[in-house]
């Protein structure tokens, strides 16, 4: 119920003459609802907020803890190595121990009881809380506790959730306790207990997740010699989003690092034998472990579709939205969780950061009354510590033919990477030259790689990808760290927008100024 209060009154005096433990913990009614406590909804808060200064904002998310930075929790080493000893032994800083290192805006928030009588507005946070249905049609939902709130304008910004293995799956109990699943911090903190006790440990999926993870776990047990299997079904690292030759150029680089890496393999039993988990394997090995982790990809957190009668697609999954990221009257969807229909590039669903960040910002404009359709290209980046990183525009899937450009590295370029190189012969290189290598789609036999004419040096460069000679989609090949990362990113964008068509790449390839630092 609102408020009134006389103008005389201050915030202040109204807040002191409550008593709160009267009040309700779930408002009954808010103008703005987000479901979901992540950074989409996050954005989408900012966004009303600055379209509307008082909106009244209830965010309900089922998870312990006020949006903080996901992507942080497969690059934990590589945060919090600025704050380890000289040996890197013993973390020197006690912030390790709670969230502040991945917490975001920390401050905004409000107990959810006190939105209705805030004359100001704001953002009332309900935490540990799930929304188990969405009545569309009087605007209601219903949370886990039975509490029922109404509300004006609502936007479904639910992420996904790990799948699991097969195999997995349907394990016994004892191979079941030694299995994460990650996608939160408590997953994290879970982990990050087993592997103490653990010599080895077997990562389940060659995808960002897995390859993150592989890593970031080879370097936390480094003084233990943690040894860390990677199992997955594809020729190399990432091969969903890179051609070939940069998949195998990345599980080389792994291999080299320390990462036991298995491709082109399958679980087909699961154990425990010994007080290990065996894993049979389907290239005819049997490998021992203490721990394993699956990143097998995500599906989205669809299961409000039902009481909402909300259409979800066949291909992507996801809620189906339009440009606006509407999929009903007053209801919105944003972020991994979210269909939508890109102009530009067509129908797709994004599992990514940036994205559920700008169509977050899209949906809470449109919510308070802005009609503004998906035209921003989002990007999104990947860093594994010690073999790569590279940030991507638009549509990066392996099964489209793609056209790449790298740098040839400097004569006198003998940077800290060339230890884990896979293969150099600096004398061919020269300075003012690019070299370029064109993939086509990956089911066509009859591969064209007429221009794979030197050696293999993809050190910094820039990948295409083309849909019927368009570029829909680029890549920035360990380009970050060099000057104009942002403004390249912006030229991606442009020549997507712009329909580049049946161009010589390697001239397009010069408006990235590769060779800039
Ligand atoms: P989420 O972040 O998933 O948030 C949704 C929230 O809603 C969750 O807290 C969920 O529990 C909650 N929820 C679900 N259903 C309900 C319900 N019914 N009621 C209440 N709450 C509900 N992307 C990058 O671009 N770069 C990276 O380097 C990167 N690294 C990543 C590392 C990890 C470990 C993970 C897991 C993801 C990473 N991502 C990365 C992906 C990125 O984190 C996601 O794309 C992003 O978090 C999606 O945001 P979202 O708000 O759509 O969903
Ligand atoms: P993903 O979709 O990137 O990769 C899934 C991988 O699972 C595939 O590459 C494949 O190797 C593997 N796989 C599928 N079935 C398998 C099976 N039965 N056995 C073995 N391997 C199997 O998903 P992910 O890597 O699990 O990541 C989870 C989510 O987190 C995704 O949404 C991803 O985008 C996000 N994420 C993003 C980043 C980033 O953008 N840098 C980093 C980490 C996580």
């Not at 006690?94 to 905004?108: C, F, P, Q, R, V």
């Not at 990562?203 to 003084?223: A, H, P, Q, T």
């Not at 290239?283 to 039902?306: E, F, M, R, S, Y």
């Not at 606006?324 to 919105?332: G, K, N, P, V």
């Amino acid at each position: 119920t609102e408020t009134n209060q006389s103008s005389s009154e201050t915030q202040e005096d109204v807040e002191e003459e409550i008593n709160w433990s009267q009040v309700a913990d779930v408002p009954s009614y808010v103008p703005y609802l987000l479901i979901g406590g992540g950074v989409a909804s996050l954005e989408a808060f900012k966004a009303i907020k600055t379209k509307e200064p008082n909106a009244k904002v209830l965010m309900v998310g089922d998870e312990d803890y006020i949006p903080y930075d996901r992507t942080s929790l497969s690059k934990e080493y590589l945060v919090k190595r600025f704050w380890m000893n000289e040996d890197n032994k013993e973390m020197e800083r006690k912030d390790t121990e709670n969230m502040d290192w991945i917490t975001m805006s920390k401050g905004l928030y409000m107990e959810a009881k006190k939105l209705p009588y805030s004359d100001r507005g704001g953002l009332g946070i309900l935490k540990g809380r799930k929304v188990l249905s969405l009545d569309v049609t009087n605007k209601t939902v219903t949370l886990d506790n039975g509490s029922t709130i109404r509300f004006d304008k609502c936007l479904i910004a639910t992420g996904g959730k790990p799948k699991n293995d097969t195999v997995l799956s349907v394990a016994e109990d004892e191979v079941k306790n030694r299995t994460t699943l990650f996608r939160n911090y408590d997953d994290l903190n879970r982990l990050n207990e087993s592997i103490k006790k653990c010599q080895s440990v077997a990562v389940i999926g060659g995808g960002f997740l897995g390859s993150e993870l592989s890593i970031d776990l080879l370097y936390k047990g480094v003084n233990t010699n943690l040894q860390v299997y990677q199992i997955f079904p594809e020729k190399g690292n990432m091969a969903k989003v890179l051609p070939d030759y940069l998949s195998e150029w990345i599980t080389n680089k792994m291999k080299r690092v320390g990462v036991d890496v298995i491709t082109e393999t399958r679980l087909e039993a699961a154990q425990f034998e010994d007080g290990k988990v065996s894993l049979k394997l389907s290239n005819g090995k049997v490998i021992t472990v203490d721990h394993v982790v699956v990143a097998v990809g995500i599906q989205p957190n669809t299961d409000l579709a039902d009481s909402a009668q909300l259409e979800l697609d066949d291909k992507y999954g996801g809620f189906r939205v339009n440009t606006e990221l509407q999929a009903r009257s007053d209801i919105w969807a944003a972020g991994d969780c979210a269909c939508f229909y890109d102009a530009k590039l067509g129908r797709r669903r994004v599992e990514h950061q940036d994205h559920a960040m700008i169509t977050g910002r899209l949906a809470g404009f449109n919510m308070a009354g802005e009609k503004n359709a998906y035209t921003h290209q989002s990007m999104f980046w990947s860093t594994i510590p010690g073999v790569n990183e590279y940030e991507a525009v638009g549509l990066s899937d392996s099964r489209l033919q793609t056209f790449s450009v790298f740098r040839k590295k400097y004569p006198s370029e003998d940077d800290s990477k060339k230890d884990v190189e896979p293969s150099e012969d600096s004398n061919k290189s020269t300075k003012d030259s690019l070299q370029s290598k064109q993939e086509s789609t990956k089911n066509n036999s009859d591969k064209d790689l007429s221009m794979c004419s030197l050696e293999d040096d993809y050190n910094y460069g820039i990948i295409f990808y083309l849909r019927n000679n368009e570029v829909v989609g680029i890549v920035l090949w360990n380009l970050l760290g060099y000057s104009s990362v942002s403004d390249r990113l912006n030229i991606a964008r442009q020549v997507i927008a712009s329909g580049v068509k049946d161009q010589d790449l390697t001239e397009v390839a010069k408006l990235f100024n590769i060779y800039a630092k």
